[in-house]
Each structure stands twice: as C-alpha cells, then as structure tokens.
C-alpha cells in the first residue's frame, strides 16, 4: 500500500512537471519584458514611460538626423545613434530617470521604473 | 528656457557654437556681397565698398577661430569626442572647410588689399564664391542638425 502511494505521487509529479516545463521554458525564451521608444520628428515617443524593474527598454532613432540619449543623472548614455540605430537600456534600479539628447537638449523624455 | 535669458545661452555646453557661427557666415556673405557690389562700381563709391568687404572678411575670419574652437568644444563635451559618422562628420569637414578658405580670403585680402581696391588677383572673386557656396552648404546642414525647423 505504501509502495502504491509512492508510485502515485511519483507519477502525479512527473505530470505536473511536465505540464508546466513548456510554460517555464517559454517564459526563459522570453527573457526580460521589452518596451519599445521611437525616436522621430524630434522627440522622444512615449515622452513619459512607466516600466517595472528589469524591463529592456529600446530606443529606435526613426529621424533623419542623429540624435543621443542621455539621462540627467548619467546612469546611461548611448553613442551618436544615426537613422534606424538602436539604444538598449535594462532598468534595473526604481526611480525617475529625465533624459535628454544631448544633441538637441530641448529634446526629453522620462523613465519612470517602479 | 528663455530666449532673453543670458544664463541658458551662456552655460548651455554646445549653445556657443550655435550662437557664434551666425557671425562669421553673416559677416563673410556681407564682405563677399560688398565686393560684388565693388565690381560693378565706379570710384570712389569702388573704393569704399571694397574697404567695407575687406572690413566684413577680416572680421569674419576673427569670428572663424571661437567658431570652430566651440563646435569642437561641443563635440568634446556633448558627445565625449567619440568618432563621427554620417552627418555630424560631414557638417565637421565642411565647417572645416569653410573655416579654412574664409580665413584664406582674408590673408589673400589683407596682403594684396593695399590702399587702392584694385590690387586684388582676378581670381580672387570667384574664390569668394565658391567659399560662400561652401559657407551656405555647412550652413544648411547645420541648421538641418541643429533642428532649426523643431515642431513648436
């Protein structure tokens, strides 16, 4: 009797096990949640973003000219990004990040990580 | 940030470059407009016109040198003297450039330009055209990088 109970609990585990592999193994593939930032026509789209801690945030330059983005605290700072280059950022830390280009400074935008 | 305010046009890091360039590219398309004038003019109104171009260039080439010695700045500053590619390289030779040949217009002029306004090469008038091709062409693509025409 005891052995059958071990060989039922054994055999219950294997199929939770197996059912929730395909679940873990997609949210691994997944990695880090993404959030998209399109830089056109001069200015930062969304201009304000609220994302939660160990998002991958990804600025796209979709202008003709260069731009840069650069937070007011320094904690990132991408190259010269020319048409269609990207930044990655991962936002690890919760706080407002303000950030500008430091090409054209009246360009800005706000990270908000909670 | 206020247009009137001293404060963000002085200490603003790359605000300089943006701000003086208009002197040079104004007072050498002025100097090259005078000569033009000169050219078709008789004496002694030939005379004064000249002078007055010889005045606008020289100035213009004084202008030259905080010019590109804050567009540098700015490079430095703004963009941590890391390597230019595409645009930004190109207004860098072409401003260069530019730089260069008015600051040439202007020794040219300073050394043949005595008291009378005639001593000038003949070749002289079509090299001030040609640096103010140069000039307007930097010109444009400065305003085109700076975002001149930014959305209000």
């Known amino acids: 009797m005891r052995n059958k109970i071990w060989v039922l609990s054994l055999a219950a585990s294997l199929v939770l096990a197996m059912t929730a592999l395909p679940t873990l193994e997609k949210s691994l593939a997944a990695g880090p949640p993404t959030v998209d930032i399109k830089i056109d026509n001069f200015s930062f789209t969304p201009a304000t973003l609220t994302v939660k801690a160990g998002t991958q945030i990804t600025w796209t330059n979709a202008d003709d000219i260069p731009h840069t983005v650069v937070s007011d605290d320094r904690s990132f700072k991408s190259k010269v990004l020319d048409t269609d280059e990207k930044f990655t950022f991962t936002a690890t830390q ?21 | 940030m206020h247009p009137f305010d001293p404060k963000s046009a002085l200490l603003a890091k790359h605000a300089q470059h943006v701000v003086l360039i208009h002197f040079p590219i104004a007072l050498f398309l002025t100097g090259v407009a005078f000569d033009l004038a000169a050219r078709w003019s008789k004496t002694p109104r030939r005379n004064i016109l000249a002078a007055a171009a010889h005045l606008n260039i020289l100035v213009a080439a004084a202008f030259v ?12 500053w703004q963009l941590d003297g890391q390597k230019l590619k595409g645009l930004l390289l190109l207004h860098l030779t072409l401003g260069v450039a530019s730089g260069l040949l008015i600051c040439l217009v202007a020794w040219i002029g ?3 330009r005595p008291a009378s306004g005639s001593a000038l090469p003949s070749w002289y008038l079509p090299l001030e055209l040609v640096t103010s091709a140069l000039v307007g062409l930097t010109g444009h693509l400065g305003g085109f990088l700076s975002g001149v025409n930014l959305p209000s």
Do not use: D, E
């Not at chain 1, 706080?95 to 935008?109: A, D, L, N, Q, W």
């Open chain 2, 110 to 112: 300073f050394r043949r």
């Open chain 2, 65 to 76: 040198v905080p010019t590109l010695a804050t567009g540098i700045v700015a490079w430095q």
């Open chain 1, 94 to 114: 919760p706080g407002t990040y303000s950030y500008f280009c430091s090409i054209h400074p009246k360009m800005t935008g706000k990270l908000i990580v909670q």
